[in-house]
């Protein structure tokens, strides 16, 4: 059974940068699309960023030039890297495969910007 732990959360100012980690278990993780997802409380999960096994990439508007999602299929684990964060990214960020194929959900990382 596949897992997702996610990693590198935290407080950062607005204008500052974050790199979170999503490391997968199990067999074929290179073969499949992976995406970034995040939530507050009240709101749907909300797509970020997804990324082929060919590494072809998208981006949800909001995010679109700042953020970056890229995966290392040798350690089988997917990258966000935000920069310039505001106030509205602030959420619980998860990884998954691509909308449609979900696997369980890994308890996320809090990613809170704020002055």
């Known amino acids: 059974q596949v897992q997702f732990v996610e990693s590198g959360g935290g407080l950062v100012q607005p204008g500052g940068s974050l790199r979170l980690s999503c490391a997968a278990s199990g067999s074929f993780f290179s073969l499949y699309a992976m995406a970034w997802y995040r939530q507050t409380p009240g709101k749907q999960r909300e797509l970020v960023a997804t990324?082929?096994?060919?590494?072809?990439?998208t981006y949800a508007d909001s995010v679109k030039g700042r953020f970056t999602i890229s995966r290392d299929n040798t350690k089988n684990t997917v990258y966000l890297e935000m920069n310039n964060l505001e106030p509205e990214d602030t959420a619980v960020y998860y990884c998954n495969q691509e909308p449609g194929r979900y696997l369980d959900w890994g308890q996320g990382t809090q990613v809170t910007v704020s002055s």
């Open positions: 990324i082929s096994s060919r590494r072809i990439t």
